[in-house]
């Protein structure tokens, strides 16, 4: 292979990264190395791209044969030090870090080194370096939210408050600003607090999902069950819909065996991914769901549009509660596909950029009502992270999946499922409805 072509394909290897055609970056890397296994710069290359799509092992692999390769540049130890923390190695981490912070100095080498430590208990190094990073880049949220849980572990309560005041009086308007004062008061058992934190955040955007269900775990630890009812109303903002069936199809259950078989032979799915929910399952990218069959898309788009307008049409009459009030004018749908197996679940979460959307149940395993633990594959709603719980069990509801229904609530509900005990196959496809403009998060 010719240098300059060489050098053509990484310069394109590197302009489809930034782009986000990770596959196709990563394709013309590993034909250049297939030529020439010495290349380093298709090496590192190729290390920066599978540590984009967060296979941080991978990564390590990529970048300590580079260090073989080449002199170890300041760049290249700060880079395999990041990703080994990265990878859940920081103990291997900090010795790169440490080196990267004398010969580089930099914000990010003082940054990497705190995160480093903070994992390994390393708790006053940690806050030393972590505090050298905020005098580089006093606005960082990421070394100022770390900071703070580093300050936390060493019982300086005084001064994580005070941090994080600090974080939202830099940024008074940005919401994700009160967000780590928030989870800190709840962590600490302070509802009250953590309720003032939510209201003044809220103050400045009423359809911050995320505020809205920090807000209603603080409502459930300060044992307010009228103020909590109020904002998790199950029996008026949960809701069951049988989906119409598309009319090319004879019956609803032959348009689910089609949905299924398109899900399992035609979409890109990632397992246990660390960036989704999905523990023990596979999960397909947000939007892009039906690339290969946009006639499919367009039936499962009318089918949830449909069910979505079913529920706005059963709404409660009051303007005042959140998710009726931050109805958005234009929205979008997006939808994705989720497949488990044994012991497949979704952790609990929120969705911070819906208003609203749910899922909708295309396959359950033949044996799903004779599982052997109670309620397996079902999904629950109102139960937050347990660190957020100190205080009380939160009041939960729990729905048993149909096919061929969807079950449709607002963004901010904390949402999980059991686990499942079949080794059959359970198959939906979730959605969100959010607005087009600046809304939620």
């Given at each position: ?23 196709d ?7 250049v190395?297939?030529?020439n ?20 092992d991978?990564?390590v ?13 300041p760049?290249l ?16 981490a ?24 903070a ?24 070394s ?9 572990m ?5 001064a ?12 008074p ?6 967000a ?14 953590a ?32 103020g ?9 903002y949960i ?59 367009k039936k ?36 994705w ?15 911070p950029?819906?208003w609203?959307?749910?899922v ?19 999904i ?7 660190e ?31 686990p499942?005990?079949?080794?059959e ?12 403009k600046?809304?939620?998060?």
């Amino acid at each position: 292979m010719a240098g300059f072509e060489t050098s053509t394909m990484l310069n394109v290897a590197a302009a489809h990264l930034r782009s986000g055609k990770h596959a196709d970056a990563e394709s013309l890397c590993r034909q250049v190395i297939q030529q020439n296994p010495d290349n380093w710069q298709a090496m590192y290359l190729l290390g920066r791209i599978v540590a984009a799509d967060r296979q941080y092992d991978k990564a390590v692999g990529c970048f300590e044969r580079v260090l073989a390769l080449i002199p170890p540049s300041p760049e290249l130890l700060l880079e395999l030090g990041s990703t080994l923390y990265l990878a859940g190695r920081p103990v291997e981490a900090v010795p790169y870090l440490r080196d990267s912070v004398d010969k580089l100095g930099t914000y990010e080498a003082f940054r990497e080194l705190g995160f480093a430590l903070a994992a390994i208990g390393d708790h006053a190094d940690a806050e030393r370096f972590l505090l050298d990073a905020l005098r580089m880049k006093p606005g960082c949220s990421a070394s100022t939210v770390k900071l703070g849980e580093v300050l936390s572990m060493q019982g300086k309560s005084g001064a994580v408050i005070e941090l994080y005041e600090k974080l939202i009086e830099r940024d008074p308007d940005n919401p994700h600003s009160y967000a780590a004062l928030i989870e800190y008061y709840l962590k600490q058992g302070e509802p009250v607090a953590a309720l003032a934190v939510c209201d003044r955040c809220l103050n400045i955007k009423p359809a911050y999902n995320r505020a809205l269900a920090y807000k209603c775990i603080a409502l459930s630890e300060a044992g307010d069950e009228g103020g909590l009812h109020y904002l998790f109303d199950p029996d008026r903002y949960i809701q069951r819909i049988a989906a119409e069936c598309p009319s090319s199809f004879g019956n609803i259950e032959d348009f689910n065996a089609y949905l299924a078989e398109y899900i399992l032979a035609r979409v890109q799915m990632k397992k246990d991914a660390p960036e989704y929910s999905t523990v023990n399952g596979w999960h397909s990218a947000f939007g892009g769901l039906f690339d290969n069959n946009p006639s499919l898309g367009k039936k499962m788009d009318e089918m949830n549009r449909k069910a979505l307008d079913e529920y706005i049409v059963r709404m409660p009459d009051d303007p005042d509660h959140p998710a009726v009030r931050s109805r958005p004018s234009e929205t979008r749908l997006i939808s994705w596909a989720v497949v488990m197996d044994h012991l497949g679940h979704e952790k609990t979460h929120i969705h911070p950029k819906m208003w609203i959307g749910g899922v909708y149940y295309v396959q359950l395993p033949g044996d799903f009502d004779a599982q052997p633990v109670k309620d397996a594959g079902h999904i629950v709603f109102g139960q937050g992270p347990e660190e957020f719980h100190p205080l009380r069990k939160p009041s939960t509801v729990t729905l048993k999946p149909v096919e061929g229904d969807f079950v449709i609530f607002p963004g901010y509900f904390w949402h999980l499922t059991v686990p499942l005990q079949s080794r059959e196959k359970r198959i939906c496809v979730a959605h969100d409805l959010q607005s087009t403009k600046d809304w939620g998060a």
